[in-house]
């Protein structure tokens, strides 16, 4: 399943709610619109409300950790549902009594575990990437998210170990081109 899947995680509080037939559901944010990310290996980055308006979120899954072994709901199931509101993606995930299930109610209850993520996969022409001068950092902007994969109950943010090859491979591209432009300036003046 090679399509160029991201990864994304942001603090976030996770809240849990209990009915009376003893279900147990999560609820929280998978991600944000309008903020900018931690620095992501080179770059930060924020998503535009209108990258979700032609997302395919038809079967997500909600994992705890990223891990496809430990599936919590899933939209085709009907046991997780998303909402996109002015604020971002939310979501309501319905528990299940696994082992691991269980577990992560409990980490959740006690706060050891209160933060998002999502998986996801860039649509044509998805992002717009520009170089910030004054921190010196790249800016990537989401503005076509092709596909959920995944949001995902998370241990820690996934920045530091997140794929994030795809968004890498288009600033190493405009870096290229910044440095084939100052050459051709550079060789323009010596033909002067």
Known sequence: MNKEKEVRSMIENIEFRSNSEDEHFIEGYALKFGTYSEDLGGFKETILREALDNTDMSDVRALFNHN?????????????????DD????????????SY??????NIRNGN???CSFGFCVGPNGDEI???KNENIYLR??????????????TYPAYKDTNV???????????QNELEKEKLKLELELLK
Do not use: M, Y
């Open 87 to 98: 604020v971002g993606l939310r979501f309501k995930a319905k528990i299940p009594k696994t």
């Open 130 to 132: 520009r170089h910030d």
């Open 165 to 175: 090859a795809p968004a890498l491979r288009s600033i190493d591209s405009i870096k």
């Open 101 to 106: 299930g269980i577990d992560l109610i409990e």
């Open 141 to 154: 902007t989401l503005k076509n998210i092709k596909e959920i994969l995944d949001v995902s109950v998370v």
């Open 113 to 115: 575990v209160n933060q």
């Open 68 to 84: 496809a072994d430990h599936v919590l709901a899933r939209t085709s199931a009907g046991t997780l549902k998303l909402s996109v």
